[in-house]
């Protein structure tokens, strides 16, 4: 059996922050959070909009965007 929890709060905020950053977003605690909130705690689906955004904004590693509330919006 293998042991598997959600990640909350502060870890939950890291995840999406760091998943936006691989895509090429910087992405602020409180929206990171945000996102989480609105993803469920589903990774899958927190990456998918993230990338989504990332495309939007034409957001690469090598050409990295600030994402914000009112793209999100």
Same mark, same amino acid.
């Given at each position: 059996a293998i042991a598997s929890y959600v990640p909350e709060g502060r870890d939950a905020a890291r995840?999406?922050?760091a /998943?936006?950053? $691989?895509e090429g977003l910087s992405?602020?605690?409180a929206l990171a959070?945000?996102?989480?909130d609105e993803a469920g705690?589903?990774?899958a689906i927190a990456a998918s @909009?993230? $990338?989504?955004?990332a495309l939007y904004l034409? $957001? !690469?590693p090598e050409q990295p965007k600030? /994402?914000? !509330? @009112?793209v999100v919006d």
């Open positions: 995840t999406i922050v /998943l936006g950053r $691989a992405i602020e605690p959070e945000r996102i989480g705690g589903n990774q @909009e993230i $990338a989504k955004f034409d $957001a !690469s600030t /994402l914000t !509330s @009112e």
